[in-house]
């Protein structure tokens, strides 16, 4: 048998206790990770999704609206040198940045081609199962009025809402007389940029005007009745039904695609279903 007193004493146990090594230090390394590539769709561990967003939300915060900086601040974080063209993907959160100045395919002056790019990059978060967008049309008339645009995207009933509230800064209660929300929140921005000096621009919200996506609405059918809710930039807004909003089943863009045509932005998007309470009914549907 071993003799414990002299194990102890020797190097064949570890020390319950570790002596603290004197002189040792430790320090970040990940920030001098390279950020998300112009163009590219990054998938990313929270940590790294969230020190690319503290990066870039150098006013304001990442739960909050760009519309409610002041002009100065958004003017600040929408230009080139700020502004990167990129998808960031996490489990918990999507997040795309588009602009019309560098990522052209086939720019012609006039036309929704500057905005093409949008057309291939599907936005969703990391997770299975989760709502897709496609961005077919920034509108409200053409590629020109609009500069930037931004999307993000969060599960509203995932831990309760306390997901949503972290990253969206709120919660979303469910529509009175319809089902669970059946797709995550789509937070929609959009601006216009002017010319204030010879280096600057000025970026404006522009919030009225038709937006269209392709939206994957998992667990739907082609006869599904979608509707689509607005939340307000007010923390304690209420659902309310999006009057005009187009909700149609994009049959050529495989099961369970809608085609969602809004007619304004600057608000948080969510779809829930218009439950048929009479079609479990024994009553004559009459």
């Not at 990129?86 to 489990?91: D, I």
């Not at 093409?116 to 509108?139: C, D, F, L, M």
């Not at 937006?211 to 689509?228: D, E």
Request: net charge negative; charged share 15%.
């Amino acid at each position: 048998e071993a003799d414990l007193a002299s194990l102890a004493t020797s190097n064949g146990l570890f020390p319950w206790n570790a002596p603290q090594e004197v002189g040792s230090s430790s320090q970040y390394v990940c920030q001098a990770l390279a950020t998300c590539p112009e163009t590219s769709t990054c998938v990313m561990s929270r940590t790294r999704f969230n020190q690319e967003l503290e990066t870039f939300f150098t006013f304001g915060n990442r739960m909050g609206w760009m519309a409610d900086l002041t002009p100065t601040q958004r003017s600040n974080m929408l230009i080139d040198t700020a502004f990167r063209t990129n998808v960031l993907l996490t489990a918990d959160r999507a997040y795309g940045r588009f602009k019309t100045s560098v990522h052209d395919l086939n720019p012609t002056a006039g036309t929704t081609q500057s905005f093409q790019v949008i057309n291939q990059q599907e936005i969703h978060r990391n997770a299975p199962g989760a709502t897709r967008v496609t961005i077919t049309s920034v509108g409200p008339s053409s590629a020109t009025t609009v500069s930037r645009v931004v999307l993000s995207m969060v599960d509203p009933l995932a831990a309760a809402g306390s997901i949503a509230a972290t990253e969206h800064g709120r919660m979303y209660p469910q529509a009175p007389g319809y089902g669970p929300w059946k797709s995550d929140v789509i937070r929609v921005e959009r601006f216009t940029s002017a010319a204030i000096g010879a280096t600057q621009d000025e970026f404006t919200a522009l919030n009225a005007g038709e937006f269209v996506m392709t939206v994957y609405v998992p667990g739907t059918v082609a006869s599904s009745r979608l509707r689509v809710f607005r939340f307000s930039r007010t923390p304690n807004s209420v659902a309310m039904a999006v009057e005009g909003a187009i909700v149609e089943a994009f049959s050529t863009a495989g099961p369970q695609r809608w085609t969602v045509t809004l007619p304004m932005v600057g608000q948080d998007f969510v779809i829930a279903e218009d439950l048929d309470e009479c079609a479990a009914s024994p009553c004559h549907p009459e």
